[in-house]
C-alpha cells in the first residue's frame, strides 16, 4: 500500500462549482498534513496545512479524519484559477528522521 | 528573501557529460533535499540534508552525489550522465519536521535537464 494516495482524477467542474479531493495515508502515527498546489511545469508550493478541527481559507476547507486516516480539501466557487495538480502531504517519521510524503497529485480542470 | 533559488533553470546534456545542479536558500533552514519529478509523475526523493557535513539517501540516489558544506548551499552532482535522468530536478528546504504541526517544504523553481 503507497504511504499516500490520491485519485489522480482529471476531475473537470464548470466555474462556480464546488468540488472536493480526498487523500488517504498508511502510517497512522503521522502528525502533519498539508496540501499543496502544482501548476504546470512549476514548483509545488503550500496551499494550506490541515489541522485536527479542520480549517478554512477563503474557499478552501481542509478536513481531517484520524481514525479513517484521509484528508479532504474542499473547494468552493471554483475559478478559472484553480486549475492545478494539488498534492496531498503527510509527515512521516522513517527511522527516527520525519519527512514529508506526497501523493502523486489530483489534478483538476476548471472550464468556463 | 529569495527562498530557494536554482540553477541552472533549463540544460540540454549529452550521455555521459557531467553537471552540477546549484540550490542555495537563505531561510536558515537546516534542512535540504533534492527531488526528481518526471512527467506526469509524482515527486522522488533523491537525497537530503539535515545540516552542514551531514547528508543521506533518499528513494532514488544511484547516479547522483550531493554535498553541503555550508547551510545555504546543497548542490546535486550528476556524473554520466543517462537518458533516465531526462527529469525536472526540484530542490527543497525545512526546519526540522515535526516540531510544530505547521513545519513543511519550500520549494525552488526546478531545473528542467534533458539528456540526450
Known amino acids: 500500500r503507497k504511504e499516500v494516495e490520491q485519485d489522480p482524477g482529471p476531475f473537470n467542474v464548470p466555474e462556480g462549482a464546488t468540488v472536493a479531493f480526498n487523500c488517504t495515508y498508511s502510517?497512522?502515527?503521522?502528525?502533519?498534513f498539508f496540501w499543496y498546489r502544482q501548476d504546470c511545469r512549476k514548483e509545488p508550493k503550500l496551499l494550506m496545512s490541515v489541522y485536527s478541527s479542520g480549517n478554512e481559507d477563503g474557499r478552501f476547507t481542509a478536513q481531517l479524519n484520524r481514525a479513517s486516516q484521509y484528508i479532504s480539501l474542499l473547494i468552493r466557487d471554483s475559478k478559472l484559477s484553480d486549475s492545478a495538480t494539488y498534492l496531498c502531504?503527510?509527515?512521516?517519521?522513517?527511522?527516527?528522521?520525519?519527512?514529508?510524503?506526497f501523493g502523486t497529485g489530483t489534478r483538476l480542470l476548471v472550464s468556463p | 528573501n529569495a527562498g530557494v533559488t536554482q540553477t541552472p533553470k533549463f540544460r540540454i546534456l549529452k550521455i555521459g557529460q557531467s553537471m552540477t545542479l546549484q540550490c542555495t536558500q537563505d531561510m536558515n533552514h537546516n534542512y535540504m533535499y533534492w527531488y526528481r519529478q518526471d512527467p506526469g509523475m509524482g515527486l522522488k526523493l533523491i537525497y537530503y540534508?539535515?545540516?552542514?557535513?551531514?547528508?543521506d539517501k533518499g528513494e532514488v540516489p544511484n547516479g547522483y552525489n550531493v554535498s553541503r558544506s555550508t547551510t545555504e548551499d546543497f548542490p546535486l552532482r550528476l556524473e554520466l550522465a543517462a537518458p533516465s535522468q531526462t527529469s525536472v530536478y526540484f530542490c527543497?528546504?525545512?526546519?526540522?519536521?515535526?516540531?510544530?504541526?505547521?513545519?513543511?517544504?519550500?520549494f525552488g523553481p526546478g531545473t528542467r535537464l534533458t539528456v540526450l
Open positions: 502531504v503527510v509527515n512521516i517519521r522513517n527511522t527516527g528522521f520525519q519527512k514529508l510524503v
Open positions: 502510517n497512522s502515527a503521522s502528525q502533519s
Open positions: 527543497a528546504s525545512s526546519s526540522p519536521l515535526g516540531v510544530t504541526s505547521t513545519d513543511t517544504q519550500y
Open positions: 540534508s539535515v545540516g552542514a557535513g551531514i547528508t
